[in-house]
Nanobody, 131 residues
Framework: QVQLVESGGGLVQAGGSLRLSCAAS????????MAWFRQFPGKEREFVAA???????????RVAGPVNGRATISMDNLRNTVYLQMNSLRPEDTAVYYC?????????????????????WGQGTQLTVSS
């Protein structure tokens, strides 16, 4: 099991940037796929980005959906922290952003965007983008 705590959300003006952080404990990153999802009111969670680390020097990232080209996911193994950098923010990016962990999810399988594959979740952090 992985314990996840998100931070960094807040109020940002459209066009601005923000970095969300997810502090993880309990397991090593090499055993898990780390991801970010977001949720709009009344909607299901939507995949944003995910990252795999092979335990050595290779990181593999995936970003999908409306944030593609504006979001970057990264990992700091020494701090056990995953980041989501979002640029050119839009009002429609306003949502609760969740960090998630799942056991070694294969990116060759398109199912990696499914919340059901992730077993551990943080409490979420609110990002609000004003127009």
């Amino acid at each position: 099991q992985v314990q996840l705590v998100e931070s960094g959300g807040g109020l940002v003006q459209a066009g601005g940037s923000l970095r969300l952080s997810c502090a993880a404990s309990g397991r090593t990153f090499s055993s898990y796929t780390m991801a970010w999802f977001r949720q709009f009111p009344g909607k299901e969670r939507e995949f944003v980005a995910a990252i795999n680390w092979d335990g050595a020097s290779t990181y593999t990232m995936r970003v999908a959906g409306p944030v593609n080209g504006r979001a970057t996911i990264s990992m700091d193994n020494l701090r056990n922290t995953v980041y989501l950098q979002m640029n050119s923010l839009r009002p429609e990016d306003t949502a609760v952003y969740y960090c998630a962990a799942g056991r070694q999810i294969d990116f060759d399988n398109s199912m990696y965007i499914s919340p059901e594959l992730y077993s551990d979740w943080g409490q979420g952090t609110q990002l609000t983008v004003s127009s």
